[in-house]
């Protein structure tokens, strides 16, 4: 389904579905002037995906000769059917450098090896990991190849028609996460930078010590940015983008406080154990009934706030019989305060 959602620029969204996850849906955006296309992500390289894509697109009747691809970030929903869409098309796919030299590794190199290999180190067995193989849809609806792009640095401008959109990078989500900025119009694309009813997934990744701490540093940025419209990648926006940024902020705070009560409460445990405290959205589903590929994701999540508190010094982690166990360095309540601290600063800032 195509549906124009600003004049000038021309935008047009592509409602692509995203079936059997939880997060429903794509929104890729299309941008169009003088004769110029620029489409923003793709979904999951599946049929579904793809047939909606292409419908979406050809009520535009876009030229392809003047059609680019912009990929927002690696993750297999935004990125699944790059090759397949421009395929024997002469437009240029986007993508920020950082993302693309992930994308390289986990596609043909030995990125998966090690991130299976840091999972069961944190709990997981090496048949669930074989299950994940096929089930988790960060590997099961990836891309047909590995394909070429244009490498994008930090305010890096594309140009579609007479517009500009900065290209600005916000590690977290994923390493090298890009969103796209119109300066005149005040018109943001967020990715899943910002989301509005679900919080973005923040994992943890192989190479980078701190994903969450990206994450906030990149949110302190975005804020500075004058929003008058954010366009975010799944679902809508019902809110205020300022206020809903404060949100994902003290949704962090809320998770680390509850990181460091299940580590106080059972310490020398690995993230699963870990995981398995906290509070998920489940629809009244145990932490066993939880879907696998989901309790991998809450075990990604688990692992980046364990990784905020050891970068500061607030928990350690050891190696016990092959396995990640965690301890605090301080007592639970100082620890909470402290992080109430750094807090202040981020609301601050």
């Given at each position: 389904?195509?549906?124009k959602i600003?004049?000038?620029p ?7 579905p995203?079936?059997d ?6 929104n ?17 390289n ?23 691809l ?8 935004h ?9 024997d098309?002469?437009g ?12 390289e590794?986990?596609?043909v190199?030995e ?5 299976d ?12 990991i ?5 089930g988790?849809p960060?590997?099961?609806?990836e891309p ?20 500009k959109?900065?290209c600005?990078?916000v ?5 090298g996460?890009?969103i796209?900025?119109?300066r ?7 990715a ?7 919080t973005?997934?923040?994992?943890c ?15 302190v940025?975005t ?7 954010a ?6 926006n ?7 940024m ?5 949704h ?37 009934e939880f879907?696998l590929?989901q ?14 508190l050891?970068?500061r ?11 990640n ?20 600063n981020?609301?601050?800032?």
């Amino acid at each position: 389904m195509l549906t124009k959602i600003y004049e000038n620029p021309a935008v047009y969204r592509v409602d692509v579905p995203l079936p059997d996850n939880p997060l429903k849906n794509l929104n890729c955006y299309v941008v169009q002037d003088s004769g110029e296309t620029l489409i923003i992500d793709t979904g999951f390289n599946r049929k579904e995906c793809l047939d909606a894509l292409l419908e979406g697109l050809a009520e535009l009747d876009a030229d392809w000769e003047k059609t680019n691809l912009f990929l927002t970030h690696l993750h297999a929903d935004h990125t699944g059917l790059a090759p397949t869409l421009m395929k024997d098309k002469p437009g240029k796919m986007y993508m920020s450098r950082v993302d693309y030299a992930v994308l390289e590794g986990l596609m043909v190199g030995e990125v998966w090896k090690v991130s299976d290999a840091n999972f069961i180190a944190e709990g997981f067995t090496q048949e669930q990991i074989n299950i994940l193989h096929s089930g988790n849809p960060a590997r099961g609806f990836e891309p047909e190849c590995f394909f070429d792009v244009e490498g994008l640095e930090d305010g890096d401008v594309i140009t579609v028609g007479k517009w500009k959109f900065q290209c600005i990078l916000v590690p977290g989500h994923t390493p090298g996460q890009m969103i796209l900025y119109q300066r005149e119009e005040q018109l943001l694309f967020t990715a899943d930078h910002i989301l509005f009813d679900i919080t973005p997934n923040i994992t943890c990744w192989v190479g980078t010590a701190d994903s969450l701490g990206n994450y906030l540093d990149s949110l302190v940025k975005t804020r500075d940015i004058p929003i008058r419209t954010a366009l975010p990648a799944h679902r809508k926006n019902d809110m205020n983008v300022y206020e809903r940024m404060d949100e994902i902020v003290e949704h962090h705070l809320k998770r680390l406080k509850e990181t460091v009560d299940a580590i106080q409460q059972f310490p020398g445990s690995h993230a699963t154990k870990i995981a398995a405290c906290l509070r998920w959205s489940m629809r009244g589903k145990t932490w066993e009934e939880f879907p696998l590929s989901q309790r991998w994701f809450a075990v990604g999540e688990t692992i980046a706030h364990l990784d905020y508190l050891v970068c500061r010094g607030y928990a350690e982690r050891k190696v016990v019989d092959g396995k990640n166990a965690y301890w605090l360095t301080m007592d639970g309540a100082l620890c909470k305060s402290k992080l109430d601290c750094i807090w202040k600063n981020y609301r601050a800032k």
